[in-house]
């Protein structure tokens, strides 16, 4: 099964949209493996980033990303990077589609609500990057014959 890094943005804690957000790839059928709440600093952020540390917007990025805790999550299914990347929206807040997470809350690219891992193997270097191995539980999940 594969397994992708949703980072809830400081701005989703904020607005109260955890809830809701969480709630949604629930529903899809994704299981949840890890989630954690931490305060991101930039050690961390520039390695996250590392594709965008020249970007005239990092500054911006990395200031926003520590502006309040953050819900770090690890979630497992079938196709489960591109199912919640396709859930996420596009990374341009204005035209994300409504029905996506950014297309319904979000209008401005830099409070675009939640981070998703774009590819098998960024998921792999994020989920090391944000958990220890001993924080991803294999649970056994009782509904999954149903999705
Ligand atoms: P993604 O989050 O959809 O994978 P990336 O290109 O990896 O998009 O960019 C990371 C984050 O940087 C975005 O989610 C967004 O918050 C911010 N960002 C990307 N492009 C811009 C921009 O042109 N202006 C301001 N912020 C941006
Ligand atoms: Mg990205």
């Not at 949703?6 to 059928?29: M, N, T």
Request: charged share 25%; glycine share 6%.
């Amino acid at each position: 099964m594969e397994r992708t890094l949703v980072i809830l943005k400081p701005g989703c804690l904020q607005r109260g949209l955890i809830g809701e957000v969480i709630s949604r790839f629930e529903k899809r059928g994704l299981k949840l493996v890890a989630m954690k709440m931490v305060q991101l600093d930039e050690e961390i952020l520039k390695v996250h980033y590392a594709h965008l540390l020249d970007r005239p917007f990092f500054p911006w990025l990395r200031d926003g990303m520590m502006a309040a805790p953050v819900i770090l999550c690890c979630w497992e299914g079938y196709s489960a990077v591109q199912v919640v990347r396709d859930m996420a929206g596009a990374t341009k807040a204005s035209k994300a589609v409504p029905g996506t997470i950014r297309g319904d809350y979000s209008l401005h690219t830099p409070h675009n609500v939640i981070h998703a891992s774009d590819s098998d193997e960024s998921a792999k270097r994020e989920i090391n990057l944000f958990f220890k191995e001993d924080e991803i539980i294999d649970w056994h999940d009782e509904n999954a014959k149903w999705f």
